[in-house]
């Protein structure tokens, strides 16, 4: 590949050159955010043959990754070393290189601002790198989660102001990252990849793309059906976990178990699919990804009742765990002011290590309000990290059965495979359960109170 930036060839050159980089493996894949999301995505372009350019603003995620040093618990340090060293990956903070790349992915973050609109700042800040050093026969691909029409409206000006002409000189195209951290079942290349493309040069050449990484690419007719669908999914999610979150507090009224119905239910071979309740929703996507539709919405004088009232609530959700742990210490003669309480995992989603939203950290909040001295235990996450809305200066605690036993009650809220639920109810006095992770515990049940 010509490494001088906007150097004009024909396009049918531009196009045919790209399709047979990627057909024969000679492309260079660059992404842009080297999160949860990115470092996969590099990890399956590796396995596929590539050599990759990963680029991100955070100079100490590139100097660890430099030094073979991974920062998510699910790809390991020797597989980075390796990789850096043999040259497949090349993390970098240069975004000058970015001409190097013949695709470049986009895996930046897409929070919510404070006011719960779409905060585009990540996306619109890396496309502005990718315009600046936009060169001929580049691919762009946006992978981050984002309301329909973020490709078009938002992207496409960003690079033509380059000069570079879509279709011509570059191409762009949308494929929604499906990515289910720590879930060895699926790996980024067993997932089916969606792709709309701005045109169907663009759609055509992210399809050869993806179509040699993962299993299966399912082209759709634009970007907006491939940004729409990923915000279905997410949305579908939250609606459900809503739905089955408000059937627990009805069904605990009632003296039923939502875990034991849902266990039921889901012996339908059609027409049901099991959804859990929870102690409120976590991590980067679900709990956010639904309001930039809502947004979306709003912009056009329409609502999406579903959305506000799963996220209702789902938000209510730690209050009434919280008020389940107060009726269940008050039934042992215990305020919860100057009780004990040890909150287990703050990781939003068992046997990872993301806090991001994680509903551990309002649990332990609302306990401090309510002046319980609380501690955490979590063999993911050695210690709290400062996070948007909370900073919790804590250390995970061992846990020893004169730990458990020194505590008045203890919360789980993750439901990570390696606690051992026989121990914890084994030593501890009251044990309030979020996540129906001590249902194969025979004894102590007596100490269990489900929340
Ligand atoms: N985490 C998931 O499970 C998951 C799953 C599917 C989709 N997504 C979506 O993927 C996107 C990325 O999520 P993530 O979890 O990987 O986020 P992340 O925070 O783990 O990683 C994003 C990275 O982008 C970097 N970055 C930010 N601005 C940059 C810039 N201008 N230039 C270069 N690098 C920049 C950050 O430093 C960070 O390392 C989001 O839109 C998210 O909704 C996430």
Known sequence: MADTPKTRVPADSERGHLAKAFADKTAKIGVIGLGYVGLPLIRTFVAAGYKTLGFDIDSTKVKRLLAGESYIEHISSQWIG??????????????????????????????????????????????????????????????????????????????????????????????PEREDPGNPDFPAAGIPK??????????????????????????????????????????????????????????????????????AAKTKPFGFQAFYPGPGLGG??????????????RRAGLSTRFIELAGEINTAMPQYVIDRLTEALNEVGKPVKDSKVCVL????????DDP?????????????????????????????????????????????????????CVLIATDHSTFDYDFIVEHAKLVVDTRNATAAVRHGREKIQKA
């Open 82 to 175: 390796n990789c850096v060293r043999e040259g497949k990956f090349q993390p970098t903070a240069d975004m000058s290189r970015l001409p190097e790349a013949d695709a470049v992915l986009l895996c930046v973050p897409t929070p919510l601002n404070e006011t719960r609109d779409p905060d585009l700042t990540y996306i619109e800040n890396s496309t502005r790198w990718v315009a600046k050093y936009l060169r001929p026969g580049q691919l762009v691909v946006l992978e981050s989660t984002t309301y329909p029409g973020t490709t078009r409206d938002v992207i496409l000006p960003i690079l033509q102001s380059s000069g570079l002409v879509l279709g011509k000189d570059f191409f762009l195209a949308y494929s």
């Open 194 to 263: 969606v792709v709309g493309g701005m045109d169907q040069a663009s759609l055509d050449l992210a399809a050869k793309l993806y179509g040699q990484g993962v299993v299966e690419v399912i082209p759709v007719s634009s970007c907006e059906v491939a940004e729409a669908c990923k915000i279905v999914e997410n949305t579908y999610r939250a609606v459900n976990i809503a739905m089955v979150n408000e059937l627990k507090m009805l069904f605990s009224r009632m003296g039923i178990d939502v875990w034991e119905v849902i266990d």
């Open 284 to 297: 980067h996507c679900i709990p956010i990804d639904p309001f930039y539709l809502s947004w979306l919405a």
């Open 345 to 352: 995992g703050a990781a939003y989603k068992k046997d990872i």
């Open 356 to 408: 991001r939203e994680s509903p551990a950290f309002t649990l332990i909040t609302l306990l401090q309000q309510r002046g319980a001295e609380v501690s955490y235990s979590d063999p993911h996450i050695p210690r709290l990290p400062r996070m948007r809305q909370h900073n919790i200066p804590l250390e995970s605690s061992p846990l020893t059965a004169e730990f458990l036993a020194s505590q008045d």
